[in-house]
């Protein structure tokens, strides 16, 4: 499976984007799929996943309530939608996902159980 990311990009405090996550190679609908984000200089942090029905989700707490993750099975894409967007939002975004069915809970936010990753997509949040 083939993971890229698109729909990043700059963008002022407090406005929107949404990025996409597009596999190719073969479907993912079965698969957890997460997007995760990276600053200069910082670790890889967890942001939202989606299990494999879109059934539930799960977000770090930094961007509840801000951003929503959804997928689309018949486009084979995972979105990222992020509103009211802040300085510290900037980063590149990574979708990333698991060939299982399941992630256990306490471990969906962390990077080992990804087995595959897209390539990243620039978000620049302007203050």
């Known amino acids: 499976v083939q993971l890229v990311e698109s729909g990043g990009g700059l963008v002022q405090t407090g406005g929107s984007l949404r990025l996409s996550c597009a596999a190719s190679?073969?479907?993912?609908?079965?698969?957890?799929v997460g997007w995760f984000r990276q600053a200069p200089g910082k670790e890889r942090d967890f942001v939202a996943a989606?299990?494999?029905?879109?059934?539930?989700?799960y977000y770090a707490d930094s961007v509840k309530d801000r951003f929503t993750i959804s997928r689309d099975k018949v486009r084979n894409t995972v979105y990222l939608q992020m509103n009211t967007l802040k300085p510290e939002d900037t980063a590149v975004y990574y979708c990333?996902?698991?060939?299982?069915?399941?992630?256990?809970?306490?471990?969906?936010?962390?990077?080992?159980?990804?087995?595959?990753w897209g390539q990243g997509t620039q978000v620049t949040v302007s203050s």
């Open positions: 990333a996902a698991n060939r299982g069915i399941i992630i256990p809970l306490d471990l969906i936010g962390t990077i080992d159980p990804y087995d595959y």
């Open positions: 190679g073969r479907t993912f609908s079965t698969y957890v």
């Open positions: 989606i299990n494999w029905n879109g059934g539930s989700t």
